[in-house]
């Protein structure tokens, strides 16, 4: 029941540079949440979206969503070491009556020194 | 603090054998939730509970069993009926309800067997 997909897989990237990775989905949303998964640990929340919503920020991060082409995008300004990581987009559908948000496959993210 | 709990967190299985794994959370959330994660790859649902003494399959529920017997616990086990129980497992917790809730996760148990 796979519903979000990011784009792309892999991501390498200088420290200082900007981060850019997609996500997109099948169905209508309430929302749309995005989460860092540091290696061999949970996944944290970073960020979530309503569907009236079209950006957010929170600190280096800025999250918008298109939902006319079903999409959305986490940028992360001035990367860090420390945020090599795998990232995460989660739905939560409309009409979910069960409340249960669904993630896709991640983006791994490496910030090169 | 408030979080979520899980262990421990390095497990050993031997052939079968069951086991299971614990996830406590003091955050007073209502629903609970068991996701495995194999190397590279996303999170797949096991089996969720919005309410205590309820609780519903995911899309990978074969092989594995859950309980919900007070709001805080949500134990799931992994039985010989898993054949390849090798994984990461990963408990959640959200508030239900109106409104836009995130999750939040433990720390992870990871599984081998041996």
């Known amino acids: 029941s796979q519903q979000g997909e990011e784009d792309p897989q892999a991501l390498s990237i200088q420290e200082g540079e900007n981060a850019t990775m997609n996500c997109s989905y099948k169905?209508?949303?309430?929302?749309l949440q995005w989460y860092r998964q540091n290696s061999g640990r949970g996944l944290v929340h970073l960020i979530l979206i309503r569907s009236n919503e079209r950006e957010k920020h929170s600190g280096r991060l800025r999250v918008t969503l298109d939902t006319s082409k079903k999409s959305s995008s986490l940028l992360i300004t001035a990367s860090r070491a420390a945020d090599t990581a795998s990232y995460f987009c989660?739905?939560?559908?409309?009409?979910?009556?069960?409340?249960?948000?669904?993630f896709g496959k991640g983006t791994r993210l490496h910030i090169l020194p | 603090d408030g979080g979520i709990t899980q262990s421990p967190k390095y497990l050993f299985r031997k052939e079968g054998q069951n086991v299971t794994l614990s996830c406590e959370q003091n955050l007073n959330h209502d629903a609970m939730y068991w996701y495995r994660q194999d190397p590279g790859q996303g999170l797949r649902l096991i089996y969720y509970?919005?309410?205590?003494?309820?609780?519903q399959k995911g899309d990978i529920a074969e092989g594995y069993s859950v309980s919900r017997e007070k709001k805080e616990s949500f134990p799931l086990t992994v039985t010989s009926a898993q054949k390849n129980p090798t994984a990461f497992y990963l408990c959640?917790?959200?508030?239900?309800?109106?409104?836009?809730?995130?999750?939040?996760f433990g720390s992870g148990t990871r599984l081998t067997v041996v």
């Open positions: 989660a739905t939560d559908p409309l009409k979910n009556r069960d409340d249960k948000i669904i």
């Open positions: 509970s919005q309410i205590v003494n309820d609780f």
């Open positions: 959640a917790s959200s508030l239900q309800g109106e409104g836009d809730y995130g999750y939040t």
């Open positions: 169905t209508s949303i309430n929302n």
